[in-house]
């Protein structure tokens, strides 16, 4: 199955739900062009449908929004390419908080009226260490299963 080129209105509402959640400025999108498939959205560098033959492409680019439907949940390639121009959506949690994140459990954390419910980016010193999903009264890990071994082993976090 090819990809489907975002539509106008449909690449709109995608940059205006970054820029509101995560302080994305729209600026940055003119680098990018978004293509959708059954699992998510896909970035890949403006232009390359133009390069490329699309009936001999499976799959191209980086995967940065998961689902069906918007609203989307964020991945952590969304994050390696714009945490740094993420000004929202960011908490900082301790090394207890990172290390049970990275163990997939669920934590508690002060949240004032700011905290709407939806997706954050966890930082540890200003470092990206998970994304979680704030919902009624906590932030529920979405570090995927397959890592929680390997990087509950791997990281040791130390104030």
Same mark, same amino acid.
Request: one cysteine or more.
């Given at each position: 199955?090819?990809?489907n080129?975002l539509?106008?209105n449909?690449f709109q509402?995608?940059?205006?739900?970054?820029?509101?959640?995560?302080? &994305? @400025?729209?600026?940055?999108w003119i680098?990018?062009? %978004?293509?959708k +498939?059954?699992?998510g959205?896909?970035?890949?560098n403006?232009?390359?449908e133009?390069q490329?033959?699309?009936?001999q492409?499976?799959s191209?680019?980086l995967r940065?929004l998961?689902?069906?439907?918007y609203p989307?949940k964020i991945?952590?390639s969304f994050?390696q390419?714009?945490?740094?121009?993420?000004?929202?959506?960011l &908490? @900082?949690?301790t090394?207890a908080q990172?290390?049970s %994140?990275l163990? +997939?459990?669920?934590?508690?954390i002060?949240a004032?009226?700011?905290?709407q419910?939806?997706?954050?980016?966890?930082l540890y010193?200003?470092?990206?260490?998970a994304i979680a999903l704030r919902t009624?009264?906590?932030?529920?890990?979405?570090?995927?299963?397959?890592?929680?071994?390997q990087?509950?082993n791997?990281l040791k976090?130390?104030e």
């Amino acid at each position: 199955m090819l990809p489907n080129l975002l539509n106008d209105n449909e690449f709109q509402l995608i940059q205006n739900y970054c820029f509101d959640r995560y302080g &994305i @400025e729209k600026e940055v999108w003119i680098y990018y062009s %978004l293509y959708k +498939r059954k699992e998510g959205l896909w970035l890949v560098n403006k232009g390359i449908e133009n390069q490329i033959d699309l009936s001999q492409a499976e799959s191209f680019g980086l995967r940065i929004l998961s689902g069906k439907n918007y609203p989307y949940k964020i991945t952590r390639s969304f994050v390696q390419v714009f945490l740094k121009h993420m000004s929202k959506g960011l &908490i @900082e949690v301790t090394s207890a908080q990172a290390e049970s %994140l990275l163990k +997939r459990e669920t934590i508690q954390i002060e949240a004032g009226p700011n905290f709407q419910k939806g997706y954050y980016v966890c930082l540890y010193q200003e470092k990206f260490v998970a994304i979680a999903l704030r919902t009624q009264d906590a932030f529920v890990s979405q570090v995927p299963k397959s890592l929680t071994g390997q990087l509950s082993n791997n990281l040791k976090f130390s104030e």
